[in-house]
């Protein structure tokens, strides 16, 4: 705490000037700032960040070397490399982005979905992981905006788009199970369910609210 002579006022954030009149403080006790140090958290995270892509490239040099003279016939570091990638955008992209939570939820699961399809290629391609992968990745996503809204309770109508473009990609996923390009029949009928359920439960509930966001978004 500081108090300045010219003012006659006690000043309680951590400064060196009056921010009434820029006199020099004369400091009478020590408190804490009253406000978090963000730039020095972020500086602490990004040197993490650094830290960690070291750490995975290294490793992930010592995997293919360990991959080639073991002489496999999978490419297994390949895995192991794409899993570590994904754990390095988890820490640049969720934790240190400043993007929104949906930007954030839906990068982070089409990357997953890339994933798994790369490990699917790797282990010689059996298709598992677009018959899983890709329903499994709508319904998080339905699953997520239903979080998103409940904590965003004011303003739920904004995920009305993402629902309606769920409600798209889970359509195309049945028709991918029609045209027998994924055969993960469940999957793809909870897939459907959920999307068309979570769309309709707000556009019902939501009522004039939700007839407005929709009117304005396609300016009915």
């Not at 409940?150 to 798209?168: A, G």
Request: hydrophobic share 55%; net charge positive; glycine share 6%.
């Amino acid at each position: 705490m500081s108090r300045c002579r010219q003012c006659k006022i006690e000043i309680l954030d951590e400064t060196e000037r009056c921010p009434l009149c820029n006199s020099v403080l004369e400091p009478t006790i020590e408190v804490e700032n009253m406000y978090p140090n963000v730039r020095t958290m972020t500086r602490k995270l990004m040197l993490i960040s650094r830290i960690y892509l070291f750490c995975m490239i290294l490793s992930e040099a010592l995997l293919v070397y360990l991959n080639i003279i073991l002489e496999s016939q999978i490419w297994w570091c390949a895995i192991t490399g794409f899993g570590m990638l994904y754990g390095y955008l988890l820490i640049r992209f969720a934790i240190l982005g400043k993007s929104g939570y949906m930007s954030k939820m839906i990068v982070l699961i089409i990357n997953a979905i890339l994933l798994v399809v790369a490990i699917d290629f790797v282990l010689g391609y059996q298709g598992w992981s677009i018959n899983y992968a890709l329903p499994a990745g709508i319904i998080l996503m339905d699953a997520g905006i239903g979080v998103l809204m409940i904590i965003n309770r004011r303003n739920w109508q904004s995920y009305m788009m993402m629902q309606l473009f769920m409600v798209v990609c889970s359509i195309l996923s049945l028709v991918l199970y029609l045209m027998e390009i994924l055969t993960a029949q469940l999957l793809v009928l909870i897939a459907l369910a959920a999307s068309v359920f979570l769309f309709l439960g707000t556009l019902i509930i939501g009522d004039r609210r939700a007839r407005v966001e929709l009117k304005r978004r396609f300016h009915i």
